[in-house]
């Protein structure tokens, strides 16, 4: 009945909502309100990601253009965002680090490797660059 964080991929958040048009916008505000969690992140590809809470709503932009194999980027964008939403980081940062994971993700083969915290902060130095 209640959720502190939602990541959903567009497909998975336009299924939920029973809404394969409408808005983007406010399709998540209303599974935000109606799961009455604190912040959702939608994903969307090379598209970026959708991040909203009560208060506010940020758009982040897709942090690769290239990717070798998108399976489980979703799932490192949920891992190292929930992450940063428990330490209630600001809803930018969250989805800036979420992608960052997933922008990594997609740069690696299958289960070959995971995201290390060096690689993760060379990409973030790299990016401030």
């Not at 330490?87 to 740069?107: C, N, R, T």
């Amino acid at each position: 009945k209640r959720a502190d964080f939602i990541s959903l991929n567009e497909p998975e958040l336009r299924l939920a909502a029973h809404d394969r048009y409408g808005e983007l916008e406010e399709i998540s505000k209303k599974i935000l309100e109606k799961m009455q969690a604190s912040s959702l992140s939608v994903t969307r590809g090379v598209n970026g990601a959708l991040c909203l809470s009560k208060d506010s709503h940020e758009k982040i932009p897709a942090m690769v253009s290239r990717s070798v194999d998108r399976l489980g980027a979703g799932d490192s964008y949920l891992t190292l965002a929930s992450l940063c939403a428990v330490k209630k980081y600001p809803l930018d940062l969250i989805g800036f680090i979420g992608s960052v994971a997933a922008a990594i993700d997609v740069q690696i083969v299958g289960n070959r490797d995971s995201i290390k915290k060096d690689a993760l902060c060379k990409f973030i130095t790299r990016l401030y660059k």
